[in-house]
């Protein structure tokens, strides 16, 4: 990890916050479907980022998320939740010898890894954040049906992201 | 005890996993149990400065319709007032000065941080210890309807658990016949312009358009219209029955609330702790 992944990350870091905190958080499809689009920001962590390293930085942005949310514990449960699904996945998937893309970006693994990938993390992330903040099960059909429509609507945003980022750098 | 330490450190990345998700766990449990203990929200002073600027904006974006709110209020005190000019004096009437007895003050205050889209909604407000406010005080929205308790309170601002809460139960009656109920929000409904009142006997004759007021237990002086009834016919298998009502306040449009002071707050709360409870 160069000064200049580092850099790129923290910037990162900001813009996603500050969008999800000011912009996507006044915004849902009649009350059923929120995008968590943040969680980007965990997904394309540079690979060689330790586990350690990886869970702190999971439970900071949870915990800054939470406390500009008023909902203490829940998105930070979740992020920790998404990076330990991440790093399952990426050592069952991508074989690291004969591998030097620097993150798990679309442009660098392709849509169809990327997409799984994505899918698999954000509904463990939007699991637990929505059966967190219901917190009982008596509501469980409404709540399943409001996580994976938040699924599908954070999924667009990212993989829109995503393209975005990925045209300007093969131009 | 080597082989133990490798195998830690083979498998890190399951045992760290298992020690942040704890954490968050019990973060999250703590949160629910004592609201008041935890500082990282947005009573906090970074969080609350970020909302308030950028509110300046947002407030900017909305005066039109703030202003024919505060138009349609202007006017009604004013008939009000004509109506009070314009008293038949030469009849002896009896004044009560209640001007030193007054139960409850309104104080009102500006929104900074607002949501209706979450499963548990908080209104932050630019009010805090400084103007007297205090934990569990009524908020009241400035044309009709009620709004919840406060929260969290910090020197220069507070935090409101609004209706839109799990935890959120407000003592309602029906205007025409005083039956008991209780407002609440969820439940299978989650749109913030709908709640349901429970615990109504059955016994009672309720319509679809009659009004909801509060009962005046609670908090809530008595007689501030909530809602109107949508929908009555919500079984519940005993003996209470369940409605539905549509709100008089928009919660997604909330820009001021009135914060109510009940003078004798204290005094009620010496003197049920005196009283044993048989509630």
């Keep these: 990890m160069n000064s200049k992944t580092i850099f790129i990350n923290i910037f990162r870091w900001f813009v996603l916050l500050f969008v999800q905190v000011f912009l996507l958080r006044n915004l849902s499809f009649y009350d059923l479907s929120t995008p968590f689009i943040y969680v980007l920001f965990i997904l394309v962590l540079p690979f060689g980022i330790p586990n350690l390293l990886l869970f702190i930085i999971a439970f900071g942005t949870g915990l800054t998320l939470d406390s500009f949310y008023d909902t203490l514990g829940v998105h930070t449960t979740a992020c920790v939740a998404l990076a330990f699904v991440r790093i399952l996945f990426i050592s069952v998937s991508v074989n690291r010898d004969a591998f030097d893309e620097p993150e798990p970006s679309l442009g660098n693994m392709g849509f169809k890894w990327f997409s799984i990938y994505a899918i698999l993390c954000i509904f463990v992330h939007h699991f637990v954040v929505f059966f967190l903040e219901a917190f009982k099960l008596s509501e469980f059909s409404y709540t399943l049906g409001r996580c994976v429509l938040s699924v599908i609507f954070t999924l667009f945003v990212v993989l829109l992201v995503e393209f975005i980022f990925h045209n300007r750098k093969s131009n | ?279």
């Design chain 2, 1 to 279: 005890m080597r082989n133990l330490w490798i195998f830690i450190s083979r498998y890190n990345a399951f045992f760290f996993f298992i020690i942040f998700f704890a954490v968050g766990i019990i973060l999250t449990l703590k949160n629910n149990v004592f609201q008041r203990s935890v500082t990282l929200n947005s009573t906090n002073e970074v969080v609350g400065s970020a909302y308030e600027r950028l509110n300046v904006l947002k407030r900017y974006l909305n005066l039109g319709q703030v202003n024919d709110s505060l138009a349609t209020e202007n006017a009604k005190l004013k008939t009000e007032l004509i109506s009070l000019k314009n008293i038949d004096s030469s009849k002896t009437i009896i004044v009560k000065d209640t001007v030193n007895q007054q139960q409850y003050t309104l104080l009102s205050a500006k929104v900074i941080k607002n949501s209706v889209t979450q499963r548990n909604n908080i209104i932050t407000i630019n009010r805090g210890s400084d103007d007297g406010i205090v934990k569990d005080m009524a908020v009241i929205s400035p044309n009709k309807g009620v709004v919840g308790f406060i929260l969290n309170v910090s020197p220069h601002l507070a935090t409101i658990r609004s209706l839109l809460h799990k935890e959120t139960l407000i003592s309602v009656n029906l205007k025409k016949n005083n039956a008991f109920g209780s407002l609440v929000w969820g439940d299978g409904n989650f749109d913030f312009r709908k709640a349901y009142v429970k615990e109504i006997p059955n016994h009672f004759k309720v319509n679809v358009g009659d009004t909801i007021v509060t009962s005046g237990a609670g908090g809530f002086p008595k007689g501030i219209e909530v809602g109107k009834i949508s929908k009555t016919k919500i079984s519940t298998g005993d003996s209470f029955m369940t409605l539905e009502i549509n709100l008089f306040n928009d919660f997604s449009t909330l820009q001021y609330v009135y914060i109510i002071k009940n003078r004798l707050a204290e005094e009620q709360k010496v003197l049920e702790i005196q009283t044993p409870n048989e509630q």
